[in-house]
């Protein structure tokens, strides 16, 4: 009578442990005699009464299992009694691989169909989307973790460093910042921070400046210039004061590229407006982690 002119199309029951109901013999979840009874004797009549043709969903919690174990046969991993295993014609469980990762593996399992591969997701922005399954490690996954890790380690220092010297108003080629800064902050040897500023130049976090005469420096005969990030600035803000208001203001000197390293041909392109930072396009992934990081 509730849905007398709409009936809805799916039925939810969000966990069954909430209106798990075992009959007469009260049995629990663990009980198949109890499961059955709930399945059809519940479940399947609130369909006939609510909408005989909507599709049912029951949200289950899963048990501790081993890694092994998941791996083998994920959905052994459902709590409770093996029948509901039998009772429904598709089955999800999402589960995740590694605990220190926020990536879920999603298994499928079908009683009508063929058999389908499982899906890796993530939540990204506040929604899930499948992830491209040949970017997962297949040997080595937590030494690989770690060397990531350390390679963002890295970019965030670097990165740090440089504005830091600039705000004492020191600015570097990619040479003298490698050469100087080497072995500090474990950032490792010049030849491994040369590396680093490589790649973040082709990423878009470094940019140069050709001529820095405005900050007192010479203009170098290195390949690109000098180093620069965005947000940059030089020195502390200076104070001017208005001759006529005699209002006193406090003005920054910001560090502007003028060119970028090119993420295809690696040739050294003039910025065509240095007062918005463009990064690379298909760099939304390197963002985020380094937001993360």
């Known amino acids: 009578a509730a849905f007398a002119d709409a009936p809805p199309d799916i039925i939810v029951i969000d966990p069954i442990r909430n209106l798990f109901d075992g ?96 899906k890796l997701i993530d939540k990204v922005k506040g929604e899930w989307v499948e992830l491209n399954p040949l970017n997962e490690r297949l040997v080595r996954k937590e030494v690989g973790a770690k060397l990531d890790a350390e390679r963002l380690r890295k970019h965030d220092v670097i990165l740090c460093m440089l504005l830091d010297e600039a705000a004492s108003e020191r600015l570097y080629t990619a040479m003298q910042f490698a050469e100087t800064f080497e072995n500090r902050g474990g950032l490792g040897s010049k030849h491994t921070i040369r590396e680093r500023l490589s790649v973040l130049a082709t990423k878009g976090f470094v940019k140069f400046l050709r001529d820095p005469s405005g900050f007192g420096f010479p203009v170098t005969r290195s390949r690109f210039g000098y180093l620069c990030v965005e947000g940059m600035q030089f020195g502390a803000p200076v104070e001017e004061v208005d001759p006529d208001t005699g209002e006193v203001t406090t003005q920054a000197r910001p560090v502007l590229p003028s060119h970028f390293k090119c993420p295809q041909s690696g040739l050294c392109l003039q910025v065509e407006n240095p007062a918005v930072w463009v990064y690379p396009e298909g760099l939304e992934d390197d963002l985020t982690h380094m937001s993360e990081a």
């Open 23 to 118: 009959g007469p013999e009260g049995g629990g979840e663990n009980d198949n005699t109890a499961m059955m009874f709930f399945l059809k004797d519940r479940v399947e009549l609130l369909r006939e009464a609510v909408n005989p043709d909507a599709g049912v969903i029951l949200a289950h919690h899963t048990r501790k299992a081993s890694k092994h174990q998941v791996k083998d046969d994920p959905f052994l991993a459902l709590s409770g009694a093996s029948a509901l295993r039998g009772f429904y014609t598709s089955g999800l469980l999402m589960h995740r691989p590694d605990e220190d990762s926020s990536v879920r593996r999603l298994e499928i399992e079908l009683r009508n169909g063929p058999a389908l591969p499982g």
